[in-house]
């Protein structure tokens, strides 16, 4: 009988400690989802823009931007920046909607619609959604990683659509 309750007092224990305790995330003030509202404008307005460099520096210098393939670090992703203004011109322009930002223990978790339409022939070029992780460095906030997931191409757009491929 003592090794029955023994048994189930380590279970207990191991079962409160590996199911019932979580990190408690971090509050995120008013300042903070500013702040993160501002990183996602730059973020789109560099992209847009050509400014490699500047679209670059929304991320840590470990950051990762990910959708069919993966891109690392500050100078792939300077590079992919550059490859995608040479390719698509300064016609695209990104929009994002519906961002929600949760709190968590290194910062925040964020999804959010995106859309990137022509500004020239006024055609939607794709639809999807961002999966982010966000930390504040000492640069503000920056996106350690995006995941972008690509709704179906709108039919004839899909050359514009390179960066899904790696090619």
Not at 1 to 22: E, L, N
Not at 61 to 88: C, K, M, P, Q, W
Not at 105 to 110: K, M, N, R, V
């Amino acid at each position: 009988m003592f090794k029955s309750w023994t048994y189930f007092g380590i279970s207990a224990f191991v079962a409160f400690f590996v199911f019932g305790h979580q990190v408690e995330a971090e509050e995120l003030s008013a300042k903070d989802y500013l702040e993160i509202n501002q990183l996602y404008a730059r973020y789109v307005q560099a992209i847009d823009l050509g400014d490699a460099i500047g679209w670059a520096h929304t991320f840590t210098l470990d950051g990762s931007f990910n959708s069919a393939d993966s891109t690392v670090g500050r100078d792939a992703l300077i590079a992919f920046a550059e490859r995608y203004h040479e390719t698509n011109g300064p016609d695209p322009r990104h929009w994002y909607n519906g961002l929600v930002i949760t709190p968590t223990a290194s910062g925040a978790e964020s999804k959010c619609y995106a859309l990137t339409f022509n500004v020239k022939t006024r055609h939607v070029m794709w639809t999807g959604t961002y999966q982010d992780v966000l930390v504040k460095t000492s640069d503000g906030w920056q996106f350690s990683s995006r995941h972008l997931t690509i709704e179906t191409p709108v039919a004839g757009q899909s050359e514009k659509m390179w960066f899904l491929t790696g090619q």
